[in-house]
């Protein structure tokens, strides 16, 4: 029998588990300053993340997922808005508790926002963005948003290996948000909002592009299928 939770406690899940995504990414970069140490801290928020909430929400945690699954009719247009609001103030109370944790002002969190590396240019940011996202995305939808994928049940895991992958791949010239909330968080905190459209146009366009190829490309059958309550 499936459950059908509120709202509401969706919601809560998708602040829950976004706080935890941005505190452990931030904190083990304050602690680190090592991109590996980093890029294994947001796979494995992500995959415990989807994993314990992935039953109430979806386990989103991602601007860009949910964007995502708006467009292609997985999460109805009130539920996006909210999640994203959500995804965001949950990201920024992380930032929040962080730099209150490490008892530092806000501009010991600047390191850790996501910035371009010296010379890159916005429109090379957005590709790589654009890349790493889809990678994550097209993962969500292959084995969360697909009920035939071999990983449903703990598709947490696969998703987390492709976050880690992503950072890994573009994290020294992006920054690796791979996720609009990820930047959002620390840079409010900071103020640093410069190449803003880097961080927010790349990530939405990669997850929209990903969810086009695996539903009109690899499964067609799964783009006219209705929404179900909880798709990740």
Known sequence: MTTVHSL????????????????AGLGVFLNTGDLLATAFAHGLAIAIGVTAIGHVSGGHLNPAVTSAMLVFRQISLVEAI??????????????????????TDGSGLTGATPALAAGLGVGNGILLELIATFLLVWTVFAVAVDRDGAFFKVAGLPIGFAVTTGILMIGGATGAALNPARWFGPALLT??????????VGPIAGGILAGAAYLYGVKPRLAGAAAAPDTV
Not at 11 to 21: P, V, Y
Not at 82 to 103: E, K, N, T
Request: aromatic share 18%.
């Open 82 to 103: 909210a999640y994203v609001v959500a995804q965001l103030s949950g990201a920024y109370v992380a930032a929040l508790c962080i730099m209150w944790g490490w008892d």
């Open 191 to 200: 103020g640093t909002w410069n190449d803003a459209v880097v961080w927010i």
């Open 8 to 23: 509401g406690s969706k919601l809560l899940a998708e602040f829950i588990g976004t706080f935890f995504l941005i505190a």
